[in-house]
């Protein structure tokens, strides 16, 4: 009899799981990669969930704000996303243990697409996850050295970061096409399930 790998994990480490408080229904929602990196960092998985629950949350209200470019998919509010999420986790744990998420989330999207899953409600390809990579990076550096400043005052540095290019973002044109880097329009409907798609990145500057 052949058991799911998912329910094999919970069954494992459910005692891990508990103990970390992580929610069990979410647990059932993340990527494999993401569930061990919960088992692996009991102490630490709550908080990161929150983190990350907090980080969506702004970013959803950046979409509305009109200093960025409101695009939540390869733009500078996704950006800011990324950037925010790890800036946060740095400010509230090993930064180690917060690149290490950063990393099982993005293998996480890279098994969904394999598997032709919707990992997120976003366009994933190689390019996508470049862009999310540098932006972590980039995240937690801000945390690291601002460990003490308030939620508002990282929202407003990361911001001033981003419109002065210090992030990443998918080279669009003024419609949300996504060019490559010789300035062509690339038709995504061809490059379904497809990793490797020539979009082009830019730094986050106004373009």
């Not at 459910?14 to 059932?28: C, G, R, T, V, W």
Request: proline share 3%; aromatic share 10%; charged share 30%.
């Amino acid at each position: 009899m052949q058991y799911n790998s998912r329910i094999i994990i919970v069954i494992l480490f459910l005692p891990l799981i508990s103990f970390s408080q992580f929610p069990a229904s979410e647990f059932k929602k993340i990527s494999r990669p993401e569930k061990w990196w919960v088992v692996l960092h009991p102490f630490v998985a709550k908080k990161a969930y929150n983190i990350s629950r907090e980080a969506r949350s702004i970013s959803k209200e950046m979409e509305q704000d009109t200093l960025l470019d409101h695009d939540p998919d390869g733009g500078q509010v996704d950006a800011f996303r990324h950037s925010y999420w790890m800036a946060r986790l740095a400010q509230e744990m090993c930064w180690r243990k917060a690149y290490s998420l950063g990393k099982a989330h993005e293998r996480g999207n890279y098994i969904d697409f394999k598997k032709h899953r919707s990992g997120e409600e976003y366009f994933s390809d190689s390019i996508a996850g470049s862009m999310d990579l540098f932006n972590n990076k980039k995240g937690l550096e801000i945390g690291r050295k601002n460990k003490t400043i308030s939620k508002e005052e990282l929202q407003k540095l990361i911001c001033t970061k981003i419109l002065v290019g210090e992030m990443k973002v998918i080279m669009k044109d003024a419609l949300g096409n996504s060019m490559d880097c010789k300035n062509n329009i690339i038709d995504l409907k061809k490059y379904s399930w497809k990793w490797n798609v020539p979009r082009c990145l830019v730094n986050s500057g106004k373009q």
